[in-house]
């Protein structure tokens, strides 16, 4: 069997959304598990670090990535399972997040139409327990499949192994570039119960007439919610192919009930959620428009003037750059409300410098 060469110097400027600049040492892209195998036993041979990647919407990259850039594009969609009122399906990692959504609202399969719409891999989607509009991919989840990377070796990861939390698990914290994901198994549900507990979802509904004020759900499909959501996206979000930005660049803070306290004693409007434990989730977009920072650019790089939380790179800087310019807003923010904003993209530069 041959396997595919590894190129050298591999430029990844269009392969990452945020449109950095960065140079791989080596790249290469494995549609298969003997493909990834190979690729994985040579890295160790050479003693080369690796960094696996699907399709980079959620990454800050250096402007030289040493070793070997993996890009995964394993795919297929398997029926592994089924009873009366679920489907099992195992997913290939390198399948398109949203091709996966299309693919189970064609079936009638429910469980990630409120997930519509964001960008990236199925591999991927684990790795922060990808979430939005109420829901988050812990709520389908059965296992995944993925191997280590220095040893090759496959290992089956439960729900409880992935440690799955608010935009984060297992993968993003202790495993953090120790295993390669190669398929993800989901339950999804046969009869479907809409999940409208998103204000933003359900006054879409309202206000399009599509769902009556006080009524039941029962008239409202998994594809009526899907469409709601990328209209909403549609809306609201820069689209990458157009404006480099990789989403959401801070997590939303959670903060215990004193601090909270003290903050809207200070800020009678500051937004914030009932998050687990009594704690609450701040909106970050919202503590990033107080300190000025929404709409504002420098020289091509900024926040999304209708999306705060979204910082925009259409000037193309490294990310050694972004990361200069962050910490001047995440300074910012600590002197105004004494919070520390945490990046949400998987951060390559070095260990120091990523906050
Ligand atoms: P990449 O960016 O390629 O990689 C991200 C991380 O995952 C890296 O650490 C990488 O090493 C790791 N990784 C990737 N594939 C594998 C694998 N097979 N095995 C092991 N590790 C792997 N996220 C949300 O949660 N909710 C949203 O609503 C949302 N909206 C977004 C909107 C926009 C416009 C953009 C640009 C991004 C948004 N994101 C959102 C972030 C992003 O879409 C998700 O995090 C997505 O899952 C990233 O997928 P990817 O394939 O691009 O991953
Ligand atoms: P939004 O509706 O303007 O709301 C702002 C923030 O408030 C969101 O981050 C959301 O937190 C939180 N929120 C709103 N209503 C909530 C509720 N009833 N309960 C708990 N939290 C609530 O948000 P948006 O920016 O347009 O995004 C819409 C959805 O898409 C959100 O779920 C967001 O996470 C997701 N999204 C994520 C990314 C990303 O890169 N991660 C990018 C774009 C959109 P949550 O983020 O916890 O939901």
């Not at 480099?244 to 500051?270: C, H, M, W």
Request: glycine letters at 8%.
């Amino acid at each position: 069997m041959t396997f595919p060469p590894w190129a050298e110097n591999h430029a990844l400027q269009s392969l990452n959304t945020l449109g950095v600049p960065s140079v791989a040492d080596f790249f290469v892209s494995v549609t298969s598990a003997e493909e990834l195998s190979a690729a994985l036993s040579r890295a160790a041979q050479q003693t080369l670090p690796v960094l696996v990647m699907g399709e980079g919407s959620n990454l800050l990259l250096p402007s030289r990535v040493k070793g070997l850039v993996i890009r995964n594009l394993i795919t297929g969609i398997e029926k592994a399972g089924e009873d009366e009122n679920s489907v099992q399906l195992t997913i290939g990692a390198g399948e398109n997040w949203h091709r996966l959504v299309e693919h189970c609202l064609a079936r009638g399969y429910a469980g990630i139409e409120n997930l519509s719409l964001i960008p990236g891999s199925v591999g991927a989607a684990p790795v922060q327990n990808i979430g939005a509009y109420g829901v988050e991919l812990e709520s389908v989840f059965e296992h995944l499949t993925a191997v280590e990377v220095g040893s090759g070796r496959q290992t089956v990861f439960s729900r409880a192994d992935c440690v799955f939390g608010y935009r984060d698990s297992i993968f993003k914290q202790r495993l953090k570039d120790k295993f390669v994901i190669t398929s993800v198994s989901l339950r999804l549900s046969k009869t479907p119960a809409v999940n409208l507990g998103y204000p933003a979802l359900r006054n879409h509904l309202l206000h399009n007439h599509l769902l009556q004020k006080d009524a039941g759900l029962d008239s409202i499909t998994p594809r009526m919610v899907s469409e709601a959501v990328c209209a909403i996206r549609r809306s609201k979000l820069p689209n990458p192919d157009e404006i480099p930005n990789a989403g959401s660049f801070f997590k939303n803070p959670v903060v215990d009930e004193t601090q909270f306290t003290r903050l809207q004693q200070q800020y009678p409007d500051i937004v914030g959620y009932p998050h687990k434990d009594g704690q609450t989730k701040l909106a970050a977009g919202w503590l990033l428009e107080q300190a000025g920072w929404k709409g504002r650019l420098e020289k091509g790089l900024g926040f999304h003037r209708d999306q705060g939380l979204v910082l925009i790179n259409p000037g193309h800087h490294s990310g050694e750059a972004i990361l200069a310019f962050v910490s001047r807003v995440q300074a910012d923010i600590v002197q105004r409300f004494g919070i520390q904003l945490e990046i949400e993209p998987a951060c390559y530069l070095p260990s120091q410098s990523c906050p």
